[in-house]
């Protein structure tokens, strides 16, 4: 725990906050003024997402998602020998009829990108779409780059298509595990707008000044620029013991989340949370939260110590288990919130740190509405009476 400043400590270190903290770090590179920064979403993967889908689509970007869209497309089968696809095409080619979907919707999942369109040339037109799954601080699960690959073999829409061409993005060019993904990096990001550079100047100035400020995000949080990171390290350590304990009050979202589900669970009648041994009940302190909240019927306790419910905090989803690591196939996961966006957790996230009122009284309408008589635990437990098992 850190130590706590005294008041004169904490005044000392605002008043002198731009001197000895803003200032050494523009010198050495940081930009104050960037709105991702600004923002606090420079590593935030929905909104890279988001802003990737402003630079593609010609009607929000202009010109610029024009190029982008041809220029992204043959670097990408460049870098990585994409099956089928004609650079040359590529480059002579119209580009016609671009659809630029975000968090598009499947069953069992959403895809973080997707882009169809046509591409219109002498020889054989054709229609293409882009697949893209973006990880920045996080990992692919439920396998679903191979969930995302039979959407787009199986579409009414899609199996049609000329070009099915499959994109994992990370900041690294991580290999996706999966011969279907092919892999690019946020480098590959950055050498495109720099190679369309001469179409941002034209553009409107509040647009070229966001992609001024996300090409500063590429290099500075993915591209290891050390400067800035350098003179950071040494103001931490110059004002290490304030900085520690203004970090430690900073407020947690899983953790307040993680209490209000808590004791809404604990008030449901016949069920109660429980720790990994599935056993013993688990309280929740004013200053403890935890990611994962199990619970299980009372009656469950000693006749099947390994059936449990699990509520994944941090995504607001529930899970039937029979043990710490296997979900069952046949109980798809369940979300608290009808079909949730990663946007919508967000926004949830806002309510939990901002108005805990509004985040306990949605909390309170889903915990409901998962326990009512026909709700999803009634369902689950009637799926495995239906296999046999006396619940």
Not at 67 to 79: E, V, Y
Not at 86 to 91: G, M
Not at 113 to 140: G, R, T, Y
């Amino acid at each position: 725990m850190a130590k706590i400043p005294t008041k004169e400590e904490l005044e000392d270190f605002a008043l002198n906050f731009d001197k000895n903290i803003e200032q050494p770090l523009v010198r050495a590179g940081y930009d104050s003024c960037n709105i991702f920064d600004i923002l606090n979403i420079k590593r935030q993967e929905l909104k890279h997402s988001d802003f990737l889908a402003f630079l593609f689509d010609e009607n929000k970007s202009g010109e610029i998602g024009k190029h982008f869209l041809r220029r992204f497309l043959i670097a990408s089968a460049q870098k990585n020998k994409i099956p089928n696809v004609d650079v040359f095409d590529i480059l002579y080619s119209t580009i016609k009829d671009v659809n630029v979907h975000r968090e598009f919707s499947i069953e069992n999942g959403r895809i973080d990108l997707l882009i169809d369109f046509e591409i219109i040339n002498k020889k054989h037109p054709q229609k293409v779409v882009i697949a893209i799954e973006n990880k920045i601080d996080s990992e692919q699960h439920d396998d679903q780059l191979n969930r995302y690959k039979t959407f787009l073999t199986t579409s009414e829409k899609y199996k049609y298509y000329n070009q099915q061409i499959k994109l994992y993005l990370t900041t690294d060019g991580s290999d996706s595990g999966n011969s279907e993904w092919a892999s690019i990096d946020y480098e590959l990001i950055l050498d495109t707008l720099n190679e369309i550079s001469t179409v941002v100047e034209k553009a409107d100035n509040s647009i070229k000044i966001l992609v001024d400020d996300y090409k500063k995000i590429i290099r500075s949080e993915f591209m290891n620029e050390t400067e800035a990171k350098e003179k950071a390290l040494e103001i931490y350590q110059n004002n290490r013991e304030i900085l520690d304990f203004i970090f430690e009050c900073r407020p947690d979202w899983v953790k307040e989340t993680s209490k209000i589900l808590f004791n809404l669970i604990k008030a449901q009648t016949g069920f109660i949370p429980v720790t990994e041994k599935k056993r013993q009940i688990v309280e929740i302190t004013e200053n403890k939260g935890v990611r994962y909240l199990m619970f299980k019927p009372l009656k469950w306790i000693d006749n099947y110590p390994n059936h449990y419910f699990l509520i994944d905090v941090s995504n607001l989803s529930c899970e039937f288990r029979m043990n710490s690591t296997q979900k069952q196939p046949d109980t798809p996961t369940y979300y608290l919130f009808d079909d949730q966006t990663e946007k919508e957790i967000e926004e949830l996230q806002k309510y939990a740190l901002s108005n805990r009122e509004q985040i306990e009284t949605d909390c309170r309408v889903a915990i409901n509405k998962m326990f009512e008589p026909n709700g999803i635990i009634q369902q689950w437990v009637d799926s495995l009476k239906s296999r046999g098992e006396n619940m």
